[in-house]
């Protein structure tokens, strides 16, 4: 599989926002965002090695989850369609009458979509269809957000970006955490790994992290529960502002699920005195900038 056919990688850089230069304090944003406009950089890394085991496994059809806007679905759609599989998104929710524009983009990827009710969703009851084709042996089953150890192997590789030992900390937006586990996985000893949770309450997020990880880095990463505004894709007028000072200020586009709240907390932090004097902190920008089109138009000025 060429990987830079349709992601390119050479777009990523590093982007230095220095705050609070008194006391010595250095960010460093990579920005996967730039990889491709829609497919979300961690998304890519956490496909891969997904695609990889299903060619090696000779299946010819990709089936994964997600909802409407999902950042997943329509990066598995074009992850799948570069290695030349077929892909099958189960879509949470009734059929809209109008395709969300991630769908849009999803279908033309060639992604097939199947829409299921929420029940069916939570209780993962495929249609006839997509039964069939497993029941052929076609089909390979990727977890919703690419959930897994195989999505932490691919995730790992992110940090090959960088020279990543410079940095005494480490921080990034956590989904599923699949992503935080490839960082955790990617670093050693001191380094210290904060992950910024964007769902509320998700108190199994900890223990499915850890799963994902070798013995001895069960307890090298950090979680915050703070910063998740309401829940999974909830905002507010603060969180818009705050992504718009962060534009204002840095240049740096974000996305109101993930790396608006990661970008919110960080400043946060910084204000709060989480990051010694003299630390370098690499902050991973995980793209979704997709996403922002379900806002209201106007309501970002990027
Ligand atoms: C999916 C996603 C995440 C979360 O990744 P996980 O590995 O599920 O924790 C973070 N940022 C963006 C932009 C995403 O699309």
Wanted: charge should be neutral; glycine fraction near 10%; include cysteine.
């Amino acid at each position: 599989m060429d990987d830079d056919q349709m992601v390119q990688l050479e777009n990523c850089r590093l982007d230095p926002v220095c705050f609070l230069p008194g006391r010595d304090i250095r960010i460093d944003v990579l920005r996967l965002d730039l990889v491709h406009p829609v497919i979300s950089g961690n998304k890519w890394f956490k496909l891969k090695e997904y695609l990889s085991e299903a060619i090696s496994l000779g299946k010819k059809t990709i089936v994964s989850f997600g909802g409407a806007y999902s950042n997943h679905i329509v990066a598995t759609a074009a992850a799948a369609r570069q290695a030349g599989l077929e892909s099958i998104g189960m879509i949470r929710g009734e059929e809209p009458p109008a395709l969300s524009p991630t769908l849009v983009e999803a279908k033309n990827f060639g992604m097939e979509l199947f829409f299921v009710s929420r029940e069916d969703y939570r209780n993962r009851i495929i249609p006839v269809a997509v039964y069939r084709a497993h029941r052929d042996g076609d089909v390979y089953v990727i977890n919703e957000g690419g959930y897994g150890r195989r999505g932490t192997d691919g995730a790992k590789k992110i940090l090959d970006l960088v020279n990543a030992a410079q940095y005494e900390h480490i921080t990034a937006a956590v989904g599923t955490g699949t992503t935080l586990a490839g960082l955790v996985e990617a670093t050693a000893g001191a380094q210290k790994i904060t992950g910024i949770s964007v769902l509320k309450n998700n108190h199994s997020l900890e223990k499915e992290i850890q799963n994902l990880l070798s013995e001895k880095n069960k307890d090298r990463f950090t979680l915050l529960h703070d910063y998740h505004f309401g829940g999974y894709a909830k905002y507010s007028g603060e969180l818009i502002e705050s992504m718009n000072q962060w534009y204002r200020e840095t240049g740096i586009p974000s996305d109101f699920v993930y790396t608006g709240k990661l970008f919110f907390a960080l400043t946060d932090l910084l204000q709060k005195g989480f990051f010694q004097p003299g630390s370098r902190v690499l902050t991973i920008h995980s793209g979704g900038l997709q996403g922002n089109r379900s806002l209201p138009k106007g309501t970002l000025i990027f």
